[in-house]
């Protein structure tokens, strides 16, 4: 069975500019999950998909969005990009949406904003 | 809110000797509680999780945790260091008051492995 997958796995940007990070959760998985691990930071809490909803979000301003699609796919996007955001950005997926199910976290995408 | 700590950001232990790594959470609920391990450059993988029942949850590689509501606890132990054991590990609680399970994490505690 594939686990989560997400590309690119390496992505360069500049500041002011937008980042598209994707993320393929593990098949017949619905809920996916994102995480930012900046250095200093620890992991936190972005967003969370449902069945193609958002359904919860962490303390992140309105430039970061994403959605998900029929697939359970899920893009996360971030916007006018600051130094900051540079990270990496985990992607995680579950069966469904309870709490003592293990979320299978992807390999991550390392995002750089020079 | 929930929150996690670990207790001590860098662990150094030799190789044959016990591991424990300090985990404490703070929840106005029963929490779900978990251990990821990560590996240089890649992603989290479960160790062990505790849910509901038996305190003391056994996991991959040798890992082992003991629940202890009273101390607010969950530290997890291995009884022998291997060089592969090297690697950042997180305690995390999931957050029952909110929809999903959204994991909340400590800071994560880097073990180094000497021979």
């Known amino acids: 069975e594939a686990g989560v997958t997400q590309s690119p796995t390496h992505l360069i940007k500049t500041r002011g500019q937008q980042a598209t990070l994707r993320c393929s959760p593990i098949?017949?998985?619905?809920?996916v999950y994102w995480y930012q691990q900046a250095l200093g930071l620890g992991l936190q809490f972005l967003l969370w998909?449902?069945?193609?909803?958002?359904?919860n979000r962490g303390n992140f301003p309105p430039r970061f969005s994403g959605r998900q699609f029929p697939n359970y796919s899920s893009e996360l996007n971030v916007n006018a990009l600051e130094l900051e955001d540079s990270a990496l950005y985990l992607c995680?997926?579950?069966?469904?949406?309870?709490?003592?199910?293990?979320?299978?976290f992807g390999p991550g995408t390392r995002l750089t904003v020079l | 809110a929930q929150s996690v700590t670990q207790l001590g950001s860098h662990v150094s232990v030799s190789e044959g000797a016990l591991v424990l790594l300090r985990c404490n959470y703070s929840?106005?609920?029963?929490?779900?509680l978990f251990w990821y391990v990560q590996y240089p450059n890649q992603g989290l993988q479960l160790l062990l999780k505790?849910?509901?029942?038996?305190?003391l949850v056994k996991g991959i590689n040798g890992f082992e945790a003991e629940f202890k509501k009273s101390e607010t606890s969950f530290h997890l132990t291995k009884p022998s260091a291997h060089m592969s054991d090297a690697a950042e590990y997180f305690c995390?609680?999931?957050?029952?008051?909110?929809?999903?399970?959204?994991?909340?994490f400590g800071g994560g505690t880097r073990v180094l492995v000497k021979p």
């Open positions: 995680a997926s579950t069966r469904a949406r309870y709490s003592y199910n293990e979320q299978f």
């Open positions: 929840s106005s609920v029963p929490p779900y």
């Open positions: 098949s017949g998985h619905t809920s």
């Open positions: 995390a609680v999931s957050d029952l008051q909110a929809a999903g399970n959204k994991l909340t």
């Open positions: 998909y449902d069945e193609g909803e958002e359904r």
């Open positions: 505790y849910t509901t029942g038996a305190t």
